[in-house]
C-alpha cells in the first residue's frame, strides 16, 4: 500500500499549500469539504483503506488519522488568522478619523436693524440712557390724546392708522369695523406716556420697536418699520442738552467729522421742535440725488416736551422739562449699508440677509 501512503502525503501537502493561500473564510470553508467531507479526497482515501493487507491497516489508519488531525488544526489556524485579518480591515475601512475637522455649524447673525438697534443702545448707555418697551397694539388714548394730538386734531392725519377690531364688531358690510379705540401704534411716542406713568424723575429711556401705518409699499415705505425715540424728562434741562447730544451721538455713529445742523420742525407733542440733518452720506454735501441735491440727509426729529404732554405724563411743566427726539432705524439702516429698497428689510431673503454678518 505505497499508493496510500504517497496519496495521503499528496492530500496533507495539497491542503497545507492551498490553506497558505486561502483568502477567506469561504476559500478555507470549501477546501475542508473537498477535503474531509463525505465524498472528499480524504475521506474517500480512508474508505480505501478496507482494501489493504490487514496487517498494515493498523498503522495505515494511524498514519491517515494523523493527517487529519494535522489537516483539521491548520484549518482552525488559518480561520483564526482570517478573521483576526477580516477584523482589522473592518477597523481599518471604519475607523472613525478624530482628527477629521466637523461638519460646520450654520450660525445666524442679528438682522441689520437690529444691529443698528444693539448700537444705538449702547452708544446712548453711555449717556445714562435705559430701555423702556411698550405695546405694539396701543389705545388711541396714548397714541394720540395724551400726545396732545386730541381727535379733531389736523395732525392726525399724518398718521394713517391701522385700527384693531373684535371679528365680531364688523357689523355685515360696514365699511370698517367698529371703533374701540385699540390701534396698531403708528409711532414709538405713546411709549414715552407709558414710562412717564411708570418712572419717577429724572427719566432717561430709549423706547424702541416695531410701528404700523396703512401705506402703500413701495422702495421707501412700509406698512410696518422701526422706530427708535429718546425721553428725558428732568429739572433745567434745555434744548442746548438736547443739540449737544445729538451731535456727539451722530459723531459716534457716523464718524467725528460728520456735518450736522438743526432745522425748525414741527409736532404736536414737542414745543419748540426741530429736525436734525446730517451732511450727505453719499456726496459729502455737494448734493446728490439721494439728498435730493441738498447735501443734508434728516435723520431725526425732536424738541422740547409740550407742555400738555409732561401734564398728561403727571409732571408739572414749571417744575419740570423734557426732550425727546425720534429716529427711523429702517431709514438710518439703508443710508448705513447703502440699501436702496426698504422692502428688502423685510423680505427674511437670505441672500440679502446673510450680507450684515457684523451682528453675530
Ligand atoms: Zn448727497
Known amino acids: 500500500m505505497t499508493d496510500f501512503r504517497s496519496d495521503l502525503e499528496a492530500i496533507r501537502r495539497s491542503a497545507r499549500e492551498r490553506l497558505d493561500v486561502a483568502a477567506t473564510a469561504a476559500e478555507v470553508e470549501t477546501l475542508r469539504h473537498e477535503l474531509l467531507g463525505r465524498s472528499g479526497s480524504l475521506t474517500t482515501l480512508l474508505r480505501s483503506l478496507g482494501s489493504a493487507a490487514p496487517e498494515e491497516r493498523p498503522a495505515l489508519g ?44 450654520r450660525v445666524g447673525h ?29 389705545t ?22 391701522l ?10 358690510g360696514a365699511s370698517r369695523p367698529a ?10 411716542s405713546p411709549t414715552q406716556l407709558r414710562a412717564m406713568h411708570a418712572l419717577d424723575a429724572p427719566i432717561r429711556v430709549l423706547t424702541p420697536g416695531r410701528c404700523f401705518r396703512y401705506e402703500a409699499v413701495d422702495a421707501s415705505h412700509g406698512f410696518e418699520f422701526f422706530q427708535i425715540e429718546g425721553l428725558v424728562v428732568d429739572r433745567d434741562t434745555s434744548l442746548a ?41 453719499v456726496c459729502g454735501g455737494s448734493g446728490c440725488p439721494a439728498c435730493h441735491r441738498s447735501g443734508w440727509m434728516t435723520i431725526l426729529g425732536a ?10 405724563g403727571g409732571f408739572d411743566p414749571d417744575e419740570y422739562q423734557g426732550y425727546a427726539f425720534g429716529m427711523g432705524m ?23 440677509v446673510t450680507q450684515f454678518t457684523e451682528g453675530r
Open 62 to 105: 494511524k498514519a491517515a488519522n494523523e493527517v487529519r488531525v494535522e489537516i483539521e488544526a491548520a484549518i482552525g489556524e488559518r480561520l483564526a488568522a482570517l478573521s483576526g485579518a477580516d477584523l482589522e480591515a473592518r477597523l481599518a475601512s471604519e475607523a472613525m478619523d478624530m482628527s477629521a475637522p466637523g461638519r460646520p455649524i
Open 241 to 281: 442738552d438736547l443739540k449737544g447730544m445729538l451731535e456727539e451721538v451722530a459723531r459716534a455713529l457716523y464718524g467725528r467729522d460728520v456735518a450736522t445742523r438743526f432745522r425748525p420742525g414741527y409736532y404736536p407733542f414737542t414745543e419748540p421742535s426741530v429736525a436734525f440733518d446730517i451732511g450727505c452720506l
Open 179 to 188: 371703533d374701540d379705540g385699540t390701534i396698531l401704534r403708528t409711532h414709538t
Open 163 to 172: 385700527y384693531v377690531a373684535e371679528p365680531d364688531s364688523v357689523e355685515a
Open 110 to 138: 442679528l438682522h441689520p436693524i437690529h444691529t443698528l438697534m444693539r448700537d444705538l443702545r449702547e452708544i446712548f448707555h453711555a449717556y445714562g440712557f435705559e430701555v423702556f418697551e411698550g405695546p405694539e397694539v396701543e
Open 303 to 312: 424738541g422740547m416736551v409740550h407742555p400738555n404732554v409732561l401734564r398728561d
Open 330 to 352: 429702517d431709514r438710518m439702516t439703508m443710508l448705513r449699508h447703502g440699501i436702496g429698497d426698504i422692502r428688502l428689510l423685510f423680505t427674511g431673503d437670505l441672500r440679502f
Open 140 to 161: 388711541e388714548e396714548y397714541n394720540f390724546e395724551l400726545l396732545n394730538i386730541p381727535p379733531d386734531h389736523p395732525a392726525r392725519d399724518l398718521w394713517d392708522t
